[in-house]
C-alpha cells in the first residue's frame, strides 16, 4: 500500500507559478511511476504530467509543456509539480498517482491521493 497526500494548492492569479508536492509513504516511492493528474468541474480526470521511478523518463499532455515540470526526490519519497505561466483553463484539482508501470492511463493507477484545489484567475 502506498498513501499519497498532496499539497501546494491555492488561488493564484493569471501568470503566476505554483509548486505542488505529494509526500508519499508506506512502500517506497522509488518503486513506482508517479503521476499528477487533473479534473475541472464537469470534465475527466486527464493526465498532467508522469515520471518514472528514477526521473529520467518523463511525460506531459500537450496543454502545459513548457510551462509544467514533474520531479521527484526519491530520498524524501516525494513528487513535484512546478507549474508556470498558468492560465485559468489550469482551474481543476489536481491529484497525485502511483503504479508500477509508466503509463499516462488514469485507469491504470493503483493509488491516489485526495486532491488539491488549483484556482487560476484572470
Known amino acids: 500500500q502506498v498513501q499519497l497526500v498532496e499539497s501546494g494548492g491555492g488561488l493564484v492569479q493569471a501568470g503566476g507559478s505554483l509548486r505542488l508536492s505529494c509526500a508519499a509513504s508506506?512502500?517506497?516511492?522509488?518503486?513506482?511511476?508517479m503521476g499528477w493528474f487533473r479534473q475541472a468541474p464537469g470534465k475527466e480526470r486527464d493526465v498532467v504530467a508522469v515520471i518514472n521511478w528514477s526521473g529520467a523518463s518523463t511525460s506531459y499532455a500537450d496543454s502545459v509543456k513548457g510551462r509544467f515540470t514533474i520531479s521527484r526526490d526519491n530520498a524524501k519519497n516525494t513528487v513535484y509539480l512546478q507549474m508556470n505561466s498558468l492560465k485559468p483553463e489550469d482551474t481543476a484539482v489536481y491529484y497525485c498517482?502511483?503504479?508500477?508501470?509508466?503509463?499516462?492511463?488514469?485507469?491504470?493507477?493503483?493509488?491516489w491521493g485526495q486532491g488539491t484545489q488549483v484556482t487560476v484567475s484572470s
Open positions: 508506506g512502500r517506497t516511492m522509488s518503486w513506482y511511476t
Open positions: 498517482a502511483a503504479d508500477q508501470d509508466f503509463t499516462i492511463a488514469s485507469s491504470e493507477y493503483d493509488y
